[in-house]
């Protein structure tokens, strides 16, 4: 990197990561490697110059509240969230890098609801998520069917934030990295998150989007529910709220119990 190569109108940043010990210099590709961290964006005011850094686009302030914070660090947010499962009150601290943020924010909006956690489980955060969730759990002792609320006990203690007061719009549904740096979203982004957690190894539950007039929520399979549920190809799925504490697996507020609702196979 000689720096009377560099672009007084280009942004740049330093990247820390691993790759494989046999790569060398000359033939590393970014594909192979697993990035640490790396810093906020920069530029050099001249060629060679001094360099000045840059936020990046849609760059958020510290936050806290009474159960989450948000502090600015370098190329990241430091991100923290409490709740509780079975009775234990936990808290998970986490970084969430900025430049997925900025990404997240630029990416079309021009699919369905399915589609969303489609492409969280593919290309976006649902595997690092729900490994991250996982290893907690382990952590923390919990069993298999108490992992299970431990994972919706996460999504449902991220705050309630409608779509009108973090983007101005009725109607905006959110990618995970959004929601998460950004620490809460309304029904729909909370239930995609949910739902790509859910689906995603290590979980690998059979879930579905229930969408109540005006709400959307998460359906999981069961061969006996013992809450309330809705069918969709012939199997049972029992209702998840996504977006207050408290409810588990079955649970349904009354506006909603035995509503028709459109389910959207994910």
């Given at each position: 990197f000689s720096l009377?190569d560099?672009?007084?109108n280009?942004?740049?940043?330093?990247?820390?990561?691993?790759?494989?010990?046999?790569?060398?210099?000359?033939?590393?590709?970014?594909g192979?490697?697993s990035?640490?961290m790396?810093?906020?964006?920069?530029?050099?005011d001249s060629i060679?110059?001094p360099i000045?850094?840059v936020?990046?686009?849609h760059?958020?302030?510290?936050d806290?509240?009474e159960?989450?914070s948000r502090?600015?660090v370098e190329?990241?947010y430091?991100?923290?969230?409490s709740?509780?499962t079975?009775g234990e009150?936990?808290?998970i601290?986490?970084?969430?890098y900025?430049?997925?943020?900025a990404l997240?924010?630029?990416?079309s909006r021009?699919?369905s609801?399915?589609e969303?956690?489609g492409?969280?489980l593919?290309d976006?955060?649902?595997?690092?998520?729900?490994n991250l969730?996982k290893?907690?759990?382990?952590a923390?002792?919990?069993?298999e069917?108490?992992q299970?609320?431990?994972a919706i006990?996460?999504?449902?203690?991220?705050?309630y934030?409608?779509d009108?007061v973090s983007r101005g719009?009725?109607?905006?549904?959110k990618?995970i990295?959004?929601?998460?740096?950004e620490?809460?979203?309304?029904?729909?982004d909370?239930a995609?998150?949910?739902a790509?957690i859910l689906?995603?190894d290590?979980?690998n539950?059979?879930v579905?989007?229930i969408?109540?007039?005006?709400h959307m929520a998460?359906?999981?399979w069961?061969s006996?529910p013992?809450?309330w549920?809705?069918?969709?190809?012939?199997?049972?799925?029992?209702?998840i709220e996504p977006t207050?504490?408290?409810?588990?697996?079955?649970?349904?507020?009354?506006?909603?119990q035995?509503v028709?609702?459109?389910l959207?196979q994910?």
């Open positions: 009377a560099v672009d007084p280009t942004k740049y940043e330093y990247l820390v990561g691993l790759v494989p010990a046999d790569t060398t210099a000359e033939d590393v590709e970014y192979d490697l990035l640490i790396h810093t906020d964006p920069f530029v050099f060679g110059g000045r850094r936020e990046y686009e760059e958020l302030e510290d806290s509240g159960n989450y502090n600015n190329g990241a430091q991100l923290q969230l709740g509780r079975g009150s936990w808290t601290g986490f970084f969430a900025k430049a997925a943020h997240a924010r630029r990416r021009g699919r609801r399915p969303y956690v492409y969280e593919t976006g955060s649902a595997l690092e998520l729900a969730l290893d907690e759990a382990d923390l002792g919990y069993s069917a108490v299970l609320q431990f006990d996460f999504v449902q203690s991220l705050p934030v409608p009108d719009f009725d109607d905006y549904t990618f990295m959004e929601t998460l740096p620490m809460g979203g309304d029904c729909e909370s995609i998150m949910l790509s689906q995603a290590p979980f539950y059979d579905i989007l969408q109540p007039p005006g998460v359906g999981i069961s006996e013992s809450g549920y809705w069918e969709l190809d012939g199997r049972k799925y029992e209702y207050a504490q408290g409810w588990a697996v079955g649970d349904c507020p009354e506006e909603y035995g028709d609702a459109r959207h994910v």
